[in-house]
C-alpha cells in the first residue's frame, strides 16, 4: 500500500485550529457523493483520532483500489473528481481544493 511498486493516494489533515479535534473520517472523495476509504490498514491512523492544534496527520490509500471504485462509478454514470476528503467531530465532511 503506497509503495515504489505500489503507489498510493496520500490524504493529509491539519489542524489549523485553536483546539484539538477529533478526525472521524479521513478517505478520497471520488464524486460528491462516493468516498473511499481503508481505515483498517495498520499503516493508517486509528479513526477517530485526535489531533492537537498544529498536528498533521497522513491517510495512504491503496491507488488500484481507488482506481477500481472510480471505474465502478464512472459505469454508474457518476461525475468523477478525484479530493482528499476528511471529517472532524464538530462537522461534516471538508474536500481538498483540488
Known amino acids: 500500500m503506497g509503495t515504489d511498486t505500489n503507489p498510493g ?24 457523493t462516493i468516498a473511499y476509504g481503508e481505515l483498517r490498514q495498520p499503516r493508517n491512523p486509528s479513526i477517530p483520532y485526535r489531533l492537537d492544534v ?3 496527520a497522513r491517510w495512504v490509500f491503496d491507488l488500484s483500489d481507488v482506481l477500481e471504485v472510480v471505474d465502478l462509478a464512472r459505469e454508474q454514470g457518476a461525475d468523477v473528481t478525484l479530493r482528499a476528503r476528511a471529517s ?3 462537522g461534516g465532511p471538508k474536500f481538498s481544493r483540488r
Open 9 to 32: 493516494i496520500l490524504v493529509e489533515v491539519t489542524n489549523i485550529g485553536r483546539l484539538p479535534v477529533s478526525v472521524t473520517e479521513a478517505s478520497v472523495g471520488i464524486g460528491p
Open 54 to 56: 498544529g498536528e498533521v
Open 88 to 90: 472532524v467531530g464538530s
